[in-house]
């Protein structure tokens, strides 16, 4: 068997654009629909609660303008809630698995690195230590201990390399769990509304569950929280606005 070449591991690239394409690589395969800095059962819910208000006040909205009886607006608006909980869970449970796959993948891919390139990997090891400051024969022994065990090599290129924190990789059914809490409370919450206050109480919750669930969010991942609230509710109002002047057209046409 013929040993590849250093510039065949690294794809033509010297060490340092390796690692930095790596990283690159990283980054995509631990992003996902919710995020990387909110735990993603959080995220899930968040995300789930604002697109629940979201729909809801638009369904609301059409069946408003059909000139339907308030309890069968709130039969169907039930109904919907059904559907919806069981789309947003399975779909938040399968993008969670899909998470996994594309980690276990990398997992592998760096593992086999490591068993057929070894040297090629130290060097890499070298860049990124050498970037955080060691240097001479500090850099040697740092390298030399890694080196040594190839389980320690393995998570240490993982994080060090592509960026990944394996310990924040959460169950799939964890996730899944997060986007029905988050779908079912605001479902609730807004026929409720609907309930005690047909002519606008469902628009006023739905805005409050879009505004609370975006503080929530720009809370934990320390972002501006009314800049955050301004923006969903913004686009709340401008989705709103479009599909009530449309309808207003078309019916009134």
Request: with cysteine.
């Amino acid at each position: 068997m013929t040993k590849s070449s250093p510039s065949m591991h690294f794809k033509g690239k010297d060490a340092v654009g390796h690692v930095a394409e790596t990283q690159a690589e990283g980054i995509i395969a631990s992003s996902e629909i919710h995020g990387t800095e909110l735990p993603g059962h959080l995220s899930a819910a968040a995300d789930s609660a604002r697109e629940t208000a979201l729909v809801l006040v638009l369904l609301w909205l059409i069946l408003w303008k059909a000139d339907l009886p308030p309890l069968q607006i709130l039969q169907i608006l039930a109904i919907f809630s059904s559907a919806w909980i069981v789309w947003k869970t399975g779909r938040s449970a399968w993008l969670g698995w899909s998470r996994l796959e594309r980690l276990h993948r990398v997992l592998a891919e760096e593992k086999w690195e490591i068993e057929h390139h070894r040297q090629q990997e130290r060097e890499e090891l070298k860049v990124l230590y050498a970037a955080k400051g060691f240097e001479g024969k500090l850099l040697e022994d740092v390298l030399d201990v890694l080196m040594a065990d190839g389980d320690r090599l393995l998570r240490v290129m993982i994080q060090e390399e592509l960026g990944l924190s394996l310990e924040s990789h959460e169950h799939p059914l964890k996730q899944s769990l997060g986007a029905a809490i988050g779908v079912l409370g605001t479902s609730l919450i807004c026929c409720f509304a609907f309930w005690i206050y047909p002519k606008l109480g469902l628009a006023i919750a739905a805005s409050l569950m879009m505004a609370a669930s975006a503080a929530f969010s720009a809370f934990r991942e320390s972002s501006r929280i009314i800049p955050a609230m301004v923006w969903n509710l913004g686009l709340l109002a401008v989705a709103v606005g479009f599909i009530y002047f449309l309808l207003s057209y078309f019916i009134g046409a």
